[in-house]
């Protein structure tokens, strides 16, 4: 066994350092509003970015077993940038005795944008569609007794 752990297969070892999948920039902004009208409500939002991940085209040997390699430098892709915008809406009302009601809707992705997170990666007819998105646009309500 090599120092450096990759065992006895030189193809391995010589590709070196590459890319994290993971290396992307992000960008996120929380905030929330009290307003003082209607009795006062409370509104919320969160804004998300992030400029995709890495992959690359990959090839797969099935005889005498299946093995996969790259048949590009490995993170010579990226997917698309990625953004997103989630509200919160919630009225609390008084009860008895310091106990309390709330009520509240949450509202994801709300622009509704659908991208894909995913490619497949192997070579062949398929390579490059898309196998995973981005949830679309969904919406809870809620109900909350504190006391």
Not at 17 to 28: I, N
Not at 65 to 84: D, N, Q
Not at 108 to 118: D, E, I, K, L, P
Not at 120 to 146: C, M, V
């Amino acid at each position: 066994m090599n120092p450096n752990g990759y065992g006895a297969n030189k193809n391995v070892e010589a590709r070196g350092a590459v890319p994290p999948t993971f290396d992307y920039s992000e960008f996120k902004a929380i905030g929330s509003y009290r307003p003082p009208w209607l009795g006062g409500f409370t509104t919320g939002m969160a804004l998300r970015w992030h400029n995709g991940t890495r992959w690359q085209r990959d090839a797969f040997v099935t005889d005498p077993i299946r093995i996969g390699f790259p048949a590009e430098p490995v993170g010579s892709r990226t997917t698309p940038s990625i953004g997103g915008l989630d509200l919160r809406v919630e009225k609390t009302f008084g009860l008895r005795r310091d106990s309390r009601l709330g009520l509240y809707a949450d509202f994801f992705n709300v622009t509704n944008v659908g991208r894909a997170t995913g490619y497949d990666s192997g070579s062949g007819p398929n390579f490059g569609k898309a196998t995973t998105w981005t949830d679309p646009r969904e919406a809870q309500i809620g109900l909350r007794y504190s006391f």
